[in-house]
């Protein structure tokens, strides 16, 4: 998966991440862009999956929840939902055996490899990088909502910390399983082996 096409697939929850800094109405702003994003991207289909379901879900309970209820109680804990939410997506997809990345992997990899184990394996492993991330996310969320041991930029650097690595290891693991069916495939055409 491209970094642009990462950018693109969580821009709503960047969105928000970006806009709801300080105010009440910051994280407004920020919820009705997210949702707003999560529809458009759906609709042009550029967001799919479960990753569009549980934005479109997320992004519609917590904005109706915030901007028309004003309910503080999920304010103030948005990080943890957000970042819950993402986890429990995230491992939700790799235990009924589809891996969120695969929608996404399905438009670099010829339709042959759909539904080869290491194609498989592949997004199982990418999805529970991304999943481990956005759990542990939670956990910093947590930390930071309750003052627990560091400052609140220690938190937020860790996190994006978190989330960069991620994106470096999906766009390194790719490329690196890339290369290796490579060699196997010219390992074997070099033996006279049949193709795999």
Do not use: C
């Not at 949702?35 to 289909?45: C, H, K, P």
């Not at 957000?82 to 010829?110: C, H």
């Not at 997004?123 to 991330?133: C, L």
């Not at 220690?154 to 490579?182: D, G, I, M, P, Q």
């Amino acid at each position: 998966m491209s970094v642009v096409k990462l950018l693109l697939t969580f821009a709503p929850w960047l969105a928000l991440l970006i806009i709801a800094r300080d105010t009440l109405f910051q994280l407004k702003v920020g919820l009705v862009v997210a949702l707003l994003l999560s529809v458009v991207l759906g609709v042009t289909r550029l967001l799919r999956g479960i990753v569009l379901w549980i934005g479109l879900a997320f992004f519609l309970l917590t904005t109706v929840a915030v901007v028309g209820l004003e309910n503080l109680w999920v304010a103030e804990h948005l990080g943890v939902l957000a970042n819950g939410a993402l986890a429990a997506s995230s491992w939700f997809t790799i235990a009924i055996g589809k891996p969120f990345t695969e929608d996404y992997a399905r438009e670099q990899v010829d339709r042959s490899l759909w539904h080869d184990p290491a194609f498989i394996r592949t997004n199982v492993i990418v999805t529970a990088v991304w999943a481990a991330v956005f759990s542990v996310n939670a956990g910093l969320a947590y930390g930071e909502m309750v003052g627990f041991v560091f400052r609140g930029w220690e938190y937020e650097t860790a996190s994006y910390a978190l989330l960069l690595a991620a994106v470096a290891f999906t766009n390194w693991y790719a490329r690196y399983v890339h290369r290796v069916r490579e060699a196997a495939r010219q390992a074997a055409a070099a033996h006279g082996a049949p193709r795999s």
